[in-house]
């Protein structure tokens, strides 16, 4: 007996044999059953409609079941749905050729209601299996799919892709990469008189923004540290002036900060110079630079004011004749002593 849903499709061009085995299909609990004539207006009632399985009569006008199954081989959507033959007693040899080009099963004429029901049951069982192997297959495809798209998230571009096709991400040593960092001004106050939802939401404005502008300068988002965002250029994609993608990018993040909501003041510290970089971590791995171009590029960022963007001397003079800026002065950076740093206020 039938045990579940299944629709099926009865193709012979002789109206009795049609009814016939309607009616044994019935009597098995296949209740939702179609019939077709001949070949062609099968072929357009299964490019329509969903069938588990398919009852086909050789011999038939317009196009027979040899066309049918042909049709069916070639189409990779249509050639896993299981077709029955129905043939006469001396077709045996049709049938054959039948089961040769891709029909499961065979059934002659009368039909045994006792064979009807265990070999349709098996195609329909193999059937059933299949569908099932597809959607864990499936699945899979799109677990793979969201992990990916959380690698991404995870990691910059660049190393989630190497990750994906080699399995891991080898430590190197970069030469020339700039490093920026963002850091909001009056962060603590702002946590401590507004609510945990307030806070959030507007870390996620200003951070969205901050990777939007970064994209657009080529740059790499690494990591967010708090109410501090880090960005490099130059380090894992191919950036012929790192240091002036990322002032661009920096005087660009202190524009659009104030247009975010809440507004808020943000400083930018940017330095150039080696770094390594690599993954590190096990339960809740992490893309990481290192070196003393990043240490210094932090201290900046503290050493500038509310909506100042600060470089070193020694960074500024690789861009003194792309950008406008003025000396701040000789400032005491921790674990430095005194430098000369150079705020950058505009491009020319």
Known sequence: MADAPYKLLVVDDDEFNRRIIARLLK?????DVDMASNGREALEMIAKDNYDAIMLDIEMPEMDGYGVLEHLQKDMRLRQIPVIMISGVDETSSVIKCIEMGAT????????????RARLGAC??????????????????EEKKR???????????AAANELM??????????????ILFCDIVGFTEFCNSHSAEEVVS?????????????????MEKIKTIGDEFMASSGLLTANSDPMLSAVACGLEMIE??????????????????????????????QFDVWGDAVNLASRLTGAGGPGKLVVS???????????????LGRVALKGKGEMEIIEVYGLR
């Open 27 to 31: 009597k098995e609990d296949y209740t």
């Open 105 to 116: 099963d065979y059934l002659h004429k009368p039909i045994d209601p006792v064979l009807l």
């Open 124 to 141: 329909l069982d193999k059937k059933r299996m299949h569908d099932q192997q597809n959607g864990y297959v499936n699945q899979l495809r």
């Open 147 to 157: 992990a990916d798209q959380l690698l991404n998230v995870i990691l910059p571009t």
């Open 165 to 178: 096709s080699s399995g891991r991400v080898p430590p190197r040593r970069y030469n020339n990469v700039a």
């Open 202 to 218: 507007g870390l996620q404005s200003l951070f969205e923004a901050c990777e939007r502008i970064t994209q657009k300068h080529g």
């Open 256 to 285: 659009a900060s104030r247009e975010c909501e809440p507004p808020w003041e943000v400083r930018v510290g940017i330095n150039s110079g080696p770094v390594v970089a690599g993954i590190v971590g096990h339960d809740k791995y």
């Open 313 to 327: 001397m020694e960074s500024w003079l690789g861009i003194q004749d792309t950008c406008d800026g003025r000396s």
